[in-house]
């Protein structure tokens, strides 16, 4: 599966920014799908991931309340809405699959090593 996240940019603290994720010819409909972060000098961290299989969201406690994770109806796009910025935001935000779909969201962004497909990431700058 080939992967395309975008929608990353520069904004202001307290701004919005919405990723898209998308899946050339394939959809999300039985995958997991996860959004992952990694700042420079930093570990790979899982933001959100959803489990399709399990249907269950998970949300990193830093996210939490400010980030949701969504699909269109076609399952052909996923999103991370992230409200309420702030600069320990900034970070390359990537969007990844397990085709699989076995465990649920909070596995999955606390391992991301199972995910199988990982797109380019997106840049996502916070200013203070």
């Known amino acids: 599966v080939q992967l395309q996240a975008s929608g990353g940019g520069l904004v202001q603290a307290g701004g919005s920014l919405r990723l898209s994720c998308t899946a050339s010819g394939a959809t999300f409909h039985d995958y997991a799908v996860g959004w992952f972060r990694q700042a420079p000098g930093k570990e790979r961290e899982g933001v959100s991931c959803?489990?399709?299989?399990?249907?269950?969201?998970y949300y990193a406690d830093s996210v939490k309340g400010r980030f949701t994770i969504s699909s269109d109806n076609a399952k052909t796009t996923v999103y991370l809405q992230m409200n309420n910025l702030k600069p320990e935001d900034t970070a390359v935000y990537f969007c990844?699959?397990?085709?699989?779909?076995?465990?649920?969201?909070?596995?999955?962004?606390?391992?991301?090593?199972?995910?199988?497909?990982w797109g380019k990431g997106t840049q996502v700058t916070v200013s203070s």
């Open positions: 990844a699959v397990d085709v699989r779909g076995f465990f649920g969201g909070r596995y999955y962004c606390n391992n991301y090593y199972v995910m199988d497909s």
């Open positions: 959803f489990s399709s299989s399990l249907d269950d969201t």
